[in-house]
């Protein structure tokens, strides 16, 4: 009897294992049609634009090319498609003249482009083409109320502790 019991019970276990219910596989994310943008038609010499596109697989390995003048293709990069199927990168454009940008799915085959027409600037690379280089960060003016008013709470300070100091040694 102990066996029997033993037996159904290895059995049962068997059935609720193999039987069990699995867990469901997602459906792959749905892909858009395949579409192509930058962010400036127009960029002067060694200016950079971003290039962004859609209608790829999800994470998804993506050839970064660029065609000057209609010569042959260069490949720049590779980037990673985003789980919805889309992408974004910088480029920068070394050569005057048309360019055409491509996006290939190294999976899927889709293929986007975007025309952008590179004109004669400063060669700075900032893309401005006003020949100055870009601005970052605040300009003096914002911060110098901060740094005056960092220099008078310290000033501030040492008076205080100036003045504790001289009544500790006059009281002795």
């Known amino acids: 009897m102990r066996v ?23 459906d792959p994310y749905p892909i858009g049609e395949p579409a192509s943008q930058v962010s400036d038609a127009t960029v002067s010499d060694g200016g950079a634009i971003i290039f962004s596109g859609a209608g790829f ?10 065609a000057y003048n209609g010569d042959s293709r260069r490949q720049l990069k590779m980037v990673r498609a985003e789980a919805d199927g889309s992408f974004s990168t910088s480029v920068t ?10 996006a290939t799915g190294t999976e899927s085959g889709v293929v986007v482009t ?3 027409q ?12 006003n020949g100055s280089l870009p601005t970052t960060g605040p300009a003096f003016g914002d911060i110098a109320g901060t740094v005056y008013g960092g220099i008078a709470f310290a000033l501030f300070g040492a008076g205080l502790l100036w003045i504790t ?3 500790r040694t006059t009281r002795i």
């Open 57 to 66: 697989g999800a994470d998804e390995m993506i050839r970064i090319a660029v």
């Open 118 to 129: 590179v004109v004669e600037g400063s060669g700075d690379g900032a893309g401005n083409g």
């Open 114 to 116: 975007s025309n952008v």
């Open 165 to 167: 100091r001289r009544r």
């Open 93 to 102: 454009l070394t050569e005057e003249g048309s360019a055409v940008l491509t």
């Open 4 to 26: 029997l019991s033993r037996f159904l019970i290895a059995f049962a276990a068997l059935v609720a294992t193999f039987a069990a219910p699995t867990a469901a596989r997602a």
